[in-house]
């Protein structure tokens, strides 16, 4: 079974701090991907990344970063919270050459 | 015109009903397409997939791809209440790495 874990469920964070939120998936997936889903917007795609040190912007990059030093790993940067920032983050993998996403449980994120 | 829309519902059915649920789209270089299940706070995980037209059965579960009317279906047959849950069409233009268009989801409910 493909299994992707996310650091934390829920995480509760002031504006302004740096917050980091890392993704591990353990099926050698190439592709990872970073989403933030609120309600009425659906799932909006905010990085992905084909390959170890590569990364690709998505529809929303503004405000977040991403690093991929190992494959199995996938970590999504925010570099100064805002209150608009509050989420529910999502990090998916699939293999290469293939299109179908695993997803990992989601963090929910609150800045206050 | 967005490229993918769902209707949002939510939707609610008796036990034992048949539920369609159904996304439109309007990139016809769309060729893969799936379903996702969401249950309350945790991650999508994929229910079904299909390649180009055509119809693909498992189980309750049956999803149709009418790429002529680029209209995309899903049904369950004998619904259950554990059916309860956001259901989110995706699709991708081609195999590899291209990210998934998905759908905003369309929120079931099946009340025993």
């Known amino acids: 079974d493909v299994k992707v874990t996310q650091s934390s469920r829920y995480l509760v964070k002031r504006t302004g701090e740096k917050v980091f939120l890392e993704c591990v998936q353990d099926?050698?997936?190439?592709?990872m991907f970073w989403y933030r889903q609120d309600p009425g917007l659906g799932l909006r795609l905010i990085y992905f990344s084909y390959d170890v040190k590569m990364k690709e912007k998505g529809d929303i990059p503004e405000g977040y970063s991403v690093s991929r030093e190992k494959k199995e790993r996938f970590s999504l940067i925010l570099e100064s919270a805002s209150t608009n920032q509050t989420s529910m983050y999502l990090c998916?993998?699939?293999?290469?050459?293939?299109?179908?996403?695993?997803f990992g449980p989601g963090t929910r994120l609150l800045v206050l | 015109q967005k490229e993918v829309e769902q209707d949002p519902g939510p939707l609610s059915v008796p036990e034992g009903a048949i539920v369609s649920l159904n996304c439109t789209y309007s990139?016809?270089?769309?060729?893969?397409f799936m379903w996702y299940r969401q249950y309350s706070r945790k991650g999508p995980e994929l229910l079904m997939y299909t390649y180009s037209s055509g119809n693909k059965e498992d189980g309750r579960f049956t999803a149709q791809v009418d790429k002529s009317s680029k209209y995309i279906s899903l049904f369950i047959r004998d619904s259950q209440p554990s059916d309860s849950a956001t259901y989110l069409c995706?699709?991708?233009?081609?195999?590899?790495?291209?990210?998934?268009?998905f759908g905003k989801g369309t929120r079931l409910s099946v009340i025993a």
């Open positions: 998916a993998s699939s293999p290469g050459g293939q299109e179908t996403q695993y």
């Open positions: 995706a699709m991708s233009r081609n195999s590899g790495n291209t990210p998934l268009v």
């Open positions: 990139n016809s270089a769309f060729q893969y």
């Open positions: 099926m050698d997936h190439e592709n």
